[in-house]
Nanobody, 115 residues
Framework: QVQLVEAGGGSGQVGESLRLACTASRIVLSTNAVSWYRQSPGKQREDVAVVVSGGARNYADSVKGRFTIWRDNEKNTVFLQMNNLQPEDTAPYYC?????????WGQGPQVIVSS
């Protein structure tokens, strides 16, 4: 069974850093686009970052210069490094990847940023 398991997140203060990891089983993430998105209650979903199979990366304007997405192919894991956290970064964060005509999601650990 294909699974995406997320690790990391938690709580931090403004200006601090947190890291999220998305590890896959039964699929090879290096051949897929992997994205991170967040959606707080009452807000629209925001696609935060994506890394495509060729390695190109894109970020939402709200996180450019603060967040970095990258792959560790040996670990079959995609990371999201979040620096200079702001209160508006508070949300559950989900990783997502397509496989055989459907999307698979991580469980969405919460990130809470307090001032």
């Amino acid at each position: 069974q294909v699974q995406l398991v997320e690790a990391g997140g938690g709580s931090g203060q403004v200006g601090e850093s947190l890291r999220l990891a998305c590890t896959a089983s039964r699929i090879v993430l290096s051949t897929n686009a992997v994205s991170w998105y967040r959606q707080s209650p009452g807000k629209q979903r925001e696609d935060v970052a994506v890394v495509v199979s060729g390695g190109a990366r894109n970020y939402a304007d709200s996180v450019k210069g603060r967040f970095t997405i990258w792959r560790d192919n040996e670990k079959n894991t995609v990371f999201l490094q979040m620096n200079n956290l702001q209160p508006e970064d508070t949300a559950p964060y989900y990783c997502k990847t397509p496989h055989r005509n459907r999307d698979y999601w991580g469980q969405g650990p919460q990130v809470i940023v307090s001032s």
